[in-house]
């Protein structure tokens, strides 16, 4: 059974940093290609990073590029979106995502909030 859990979100300010966690179970992290998106209030829900089976490829959204990176850890079987340089347009709930099968799976998603 997939399941993905984020955790880590919470309330800074502007120019501070958070470091999200996915903590997944029924599958293997390394093996799958792995999303994090975020939707705002109002908004739809925008892909901001990925990280590609094996880990060799991310890709981000240009709105992130240069502030956030994703990773993982294999080990952990937990992926990680790391967010530096926060900015109030940066406030969502993050989601973390996995397509198998043609099925896509979320997490439950965590709350992010940049203000002053």
């Known amino acids: 059974q997939v399941q993905l859990v984020e955790s880590g979100g919470g309330l800074v300010q502007p120019g501070e940093s958070l470091r999200l966690s996915c903590a997944a179970s029924g599958f293997t992290v390394r093996l799958d290609l792995i999303s994090w998106y975020r939707q705002a209030p109002g908004k739809q829900r925008e892909l901001v990073a990925t990280?590609?089976?094996?880990?060799?490829?991310?890709n981000y959204a240009d709105s992130v590029k240069g502030r956030f990176t994703i990773s993982r850890d294999n080990v952990k079987n937990t992926v990680y979106l790391q967010m530096n340089s926060l900015k109030p347009e940066d406030t969502a709930i993050y989601y973390c995502?996995?397509?198998?099968?043609?099925?896509?799976?979320w997490g439950q998603g965590t709350q992010v909030t940049v203000s002053s």
């Open positions: 995502n996995v397509r198998r099968t043609g099925t896509d799976y």
């Open positions: 990280i590609s089976a094996g880990g060799a490829s991310t």
